[in-house]
């Protein structure tokens, strides 16, 4: 949004007075001042409640005093520049713009090598779990740790939409959620939803909730069709039927037909183990999951499941038993663990660049696969002894790389459920299979469509074969070259893109990089921090 002209520049101002006449503002501009602080002051106080923040929490942000929030929020308070930039910057939105608002566009300056070392931060795919997890929940939950990304937002805004409090701590890095007794499902933000699939993950804690509701359809990255019909299958033993209609899905949820069940899930898919966990978490008796995803997301849900008084069993297996408590009632904290795809991002970033980099807090055990495949294409790098994450059970690493000669694997790359080579990371070896020497068949029969957005790594020059819309033949190695490049409609793939800027000589333009957002943060400030040369700007 444009925010309009700023008044006189004074930090400070004196509190509105209650003889100042209505058609002036409180420190004497004129009215059409007036209204434009007011509209101003309105855009302070709805990014700071989206946010979760208290008037104190952002003052302490600002470094001034929550009268003067007050002030600013009332539209008494007359803004410099300075004091506007301070508020995006402390709101961690762009609140105000000279112009009309546009995309954002990377201009990427490459060929450069990166140095010293990144820390990897906390998981997306387990922090969206977490908060649809935490309406199970009828006491308090803090989120420790919790990734700040786009897709984190829309859940958050479809939560408080439905009547849910959610604060950010003074820091704005971890998360209090309090679940009402009645939840306003009808008054659901419906553009929020339809823009995440996550919020299929809603089905399994709202059967609890209500006999009947509805909600938006499921949406997402642009991955070609997913049916839904594997969370169907899980969740029916508990009762739940649903129908798609007019854009949404319809819920209607009887009695389950016995206390003790036994589900076999005909996908081993993370959401849909998911979704059997939160419905089974407060039903009575004893569920038996099997061919269950054990992956990371997973197995974080089941670490805050057991804190909330849940009997869960079979952690890392593909069989879990969870033992439901109809009555949650706890006052919980809980540590997101660290993302194993951000960690594989940033190792693609340093072996593209053919770079000495370290990358700290790596969970090793969702990476495994990755790094004896690298391996085999002879890449050098070690581990440091193992450590606990923060969440008491995750093993993770620092894993130091260095510039390696790489040859295309023996075998084809292809994903497979945990403790496979990760699906989400198997787009990084097309950009790695580039910079080796040799043809590396790159196989992702998951999804229809991200081979495809694969292809569109030839504009910097890699050599990339469509063979179908599942396999790409890469061949290397690749002299990259500098070129302008829209972001595909894909998360991983958009970022491989933007990883092979970084090996290209000269300027590279990747536009549209919103999408990007949505699973990292402020990655490309990072990469900067390790010696990239990455320009934001807009049209």
Known sequence: MTAPSPPTPTTEAPAPDAGTPAHESSA????HESSAMHRVGKLVRDARRHRGLT???????????QSAVARIEQGGQNLTLELLGRLSEALERELFRVGPAGPTHLRVTGGVPLRGSVTVKSSKNAAVALLCAALLNRGRTTLRNVAR???VDRILDVLRSIGVSATWDGAGRDLTLVVPDSLDLAGIDADAARRTRSIIMFLGPLLHRAPVFDLPYAGGCDLGTRTVEPHMIALRPFGLEVE??????????????TADRTIVLTERGDTVTENALLAAARTDGTT?????SSNYMVQDLCL?????????????TTTLVVRGRPVIEADVDYTISEDPVEAMSLLTAGIVTDSELTVCRAPIEFLEIELATLAEMGLRYTLSPEYRADNGHTRLVDVTISPSELKAPIDKVHPMPFPGLNIDNLPFFAVIAAAATGSTLIHDWVYD??????????????????????RVLVSGPTH???????????????VCILLAMLAAKGTSVLRNVDIIARGYEQLYERLVEMGARIEVFHD
């Open 304 to 316: 805050y499941l057991q804190l909330l008084g849940v009997g869960v069993e079979g952690l890392g």
């Open 480 to 494: 990259w070259s500098s070129a302008e490049v829209v972001c595909p409609p894909a998360l991983r793939p958009a």
């Open 288 to 292: 038996t999951i099997r061919n269950a």
């Open 449 to 470: 469509n991200r081979a495809i957005h694969l292809s569109d790594l030839t504009r910097l020059g890699a050599d990339v074969r469509l063979l179908d819309p599942h």
């Open 149 to 151: 990304i786009v897709e």
């Open 55 to 65: 008037q104190q929490q952002l003052a302490e942000r600002l470094g001034t005093s």
């Open 244 to 257: 798609a209609r007019g854009g949404r899905y319809s819920a209607r949820v009887t009695a389950p037909a």
């Open 28 to 31: 004497g501009n004129p009215a």
